[in-house]
């Protein structure tokens, strides 16, 4: 009982909601770019939370079913479609034993969770099946998936259709705004500086990927070059010595020595992980509060839309 991987895409990878406890040992949390679509794929499934899933990345994946069950796919728009036929993204859908399903590549966004009922039944490592590449670790072999890899998953008979309205989905913009909490380092920068990373409009490079967001524009000069080596959080801003910011994702390292000016609010950093490179960002400071409201807020309002029944 499984799906077999036709085409495996540009990048598709196995995750589940991360790899927590291990960064004693050098181990990276890795886990779903994009946390916001990853929960609705897995809670329109009515699967448990951080149910293994498929994070496609730009898209191209094709798989063929060998059971019956369900799916879902959430987040940017990549065309579904199940023996040629279109299919809802943000919705249930059933397939069966032999029904190929395709995922076209991203019109807006760049990352889509495709998860099944009750999850892909992946063998976890260090308590986690998240793929960290770099690490070789999580997914089927530590790697992104590939033509000919088996996916196991159980036949699951009925599920409810949910589907999540059009006017409850997230809009996928090549602009973004990105809520900073200032770090205790913010110090080492000058007033200058700190305009100017606060005050002027970033590119998204080529150089963008699991581990880390490079971001083009004016250089951000900071007073010292490093510092000890110390642990870096998710969405850590490091401004290395050329001053280009890099925001730090799901598969960055697990210490690092470039300074830092604060962190992104996981929120946003989430939003960031789906601008193409080209795309604007602007960032803007925000206190310690603000981002702990901003998170209650999102878990009462963003992450608890209510959900439809019904074909979408």
């Not at 099944?116 to 072999?141: Q, W």
């Not at 490079?214 to 510092?227: F, M, N, Q, S």
Request: net charge positive.
């Amino acid at each position: 009982m499984s799906m077999t991987v036709l085409q495996s895409g540009v990048l598709s990878l196995l995750q589940d909601r991360g790899r927590f406890g291990f960064h004693r040992l050098g181990l990276t949390n890795g886990g779903p770019l994009d946390g916001e679509a990853f929960h609705y794929c897995n809670r329109l499934l009515q699967n448990a939370p951080g149910s293994t899933a498929v994070e496609v990345s730009v898209g191209g994946l094709q798989l063929e079913a060998g059971v019956d069950t369900w799916l879902c796919l959430a987040g940017a728009a990549m065309p579904l479609s199940i023996n040629g036929e279109p299919r809802a993204l943000w919705a249930v859908h059933p397939v069966r034993a032999g029904d190929r399903i395709y995922i076209g590549h991203a019109k807006r966004g760049c990352r889509a969770y495709l998860g099944v009922a009750d999850g892909f039944a992946i063998e976890p490592m260090f308590g986690s099946t998240a793929t960290v590449v770099r690490e070789h670790i999580g997914g089927l072999r530590g790697e992104r998936l590939q033509a000919g890899d088996v996916l196991p998953c159980a036949a699951v008979a009925s599920r409810r259709r949910y589907f999540l309205a059009e006017r409850d989905q997230p809009r996928y913009q090549t602009t973004l705004t990105v809520r900073v909490i200032p770090g205790y380092q913010q110090r080492h920068f000058s007033r200058r500086a700190q305009r100017r990373f606060f005050g002027e409009a970033f590119r998204v490079s080529e150089r963008c990927d699991r581990m880390a967001y490079r971001l083009e524009g004016p250089p951000v000069a900071c007073g010292i070059d490093g510092i000890l080596s110390e642990g870096i959080c998710f969405g850590a801003i490091q401004i290395p010595p050329d001053g280009a910011p890099l925001v730090l994702l799901n598969d960055r390292q697990t210490i690092g020595g470039y300074p830092k000016i604060g962190a992104a609010l996981s929120l946003d950093a989430a939003r960031l992980s789906q601008l193409v490179p080209g795309s604007t960002v602007h960032f803007a400071p925000i206190t310690p509060h603000t981002e702990q409201r901003a998170l209650t807020l999102a878990q009462r309002f963003i992450l608890s839309k209510p959900l439809q029944e019904g074909a979408a």
